[in-house]
T-cell receptor, first 115, second 114 residues
Framework: KAGVTQTPRYLIKTRGQQVTLSCSPI?????VSWYQQTPGQGLQFLFE???????NKGNFPGRFSGRQFSNSRSEMNVSTLELGDSALYLC??????????????FGPGTRLTVT | AQSVTQLDSHVSVSEGTPVLLRCNYS??????LFWYVQHPNKGLQLLLK??????LVKGINGFEAEFKKSETSFHLTKPSAHMSDAAEYFC????????????FGTGTQLKVEL
């Protein structure tokens, strides 16, 4: 069974640009979550999608947005990039909890560098 | 609100000696607790999880953790360290019904020396 895949793996952008990152969950997983990892702030939850709906959201500005498609693939978008957005962006997928908690499986991440 | 505190940012041990990585949690609800490991340039891998069953949880690669409600702790241990254990370890908390929103600790970098 293929794991969580993220594309691209590395990305360099300029301040003010926007960027779209993609995540393909494990087959059969319907929940996709996104996390930002930086040396200063550590790992922080961005948002979670299930059945094309945002179910949970972290404390990030509106420049960070996401969506999920009918095949459970997800994208996240960051507009008007700032230097502080440089980070490793991790995607995780999980079976729908339905009130229970299932393990999340993480992808390798996309390393975004903003110059 | 929920949070985790990893008491040591760096731990160094000799190969073959025990490992102890400390974690304290805070949660308004019944917590679920996890330990994840991240090797350099790799994604996060789940080591073990506690979800209100047995308080002593066994994970992969010989790691285990004990949930102590009275101490609000969930320390990770391994009897004998191996060079391949060198990595960053994260203690993570969520709560049943909280969906998949994980709250991570700041991480403990484990160094294993010969």
């Amino acid at each position: 069974k293929a794991g969580v895949t993220q594309t691209p793996r590395y990305l360099i952008k300029t301040r003010g640009q926007q960027v779209t990152l993609s995540c393909s969950p494990i087959s059969g997983h319907r929940s996709v979550s996104w996390y930002q990892q930086t040396p200063g702030q550590g790992l922080q939850f961005l948002f979670e999608y299930f059945s094309e709906t945002q179910r949970n959201k972290g404390n990030f500005p509106g420049r960070f947005s996401g969506r999920q498609f009918s095949n459970s693939r997800s994208e996240m978008n960051v507009s008007t990039l700032e230097l502080g957005d440089s980070a490793l962006y991790l995607c995780a997928s999980s079976l729908d909890p339905q009130g229970l908690l299932y393990e999340q499986y993480f992808g390798p991440g996309t390393r975004l560098t903003v110059t | 609100a929920q949070s985790v505190t990893q008491l040591d940012s760096h731990v160094s041990v000799s190969e073959g000696t025990p490992v102890l990585l400390r974690c304290n949690y805070s949660s308004s609800y019944s917590p679920s607790l996890f330990w994840y490991v991240q090797h350099p340039n790799k994604g996060l891998q789940l080591l073990l999880k506690y979800t209100s069953a047995a308080t002593l949880v066994k994970g992969i690669n010989g790691f285990e953790a004990e949930f102590k409600k009275s101490e609000t702790s969930f320390h990770l241990t391994k009897p004998s360290a191996h060079m391949s254990d060198a990595a960053e370890y994260f203690c993570v908390v969520t709560f049943t019904g909280g969906g998949n929103k994980l709250t991570f600790g700041t991480g403990t970098q484990l160094k294993v020396e010969l």
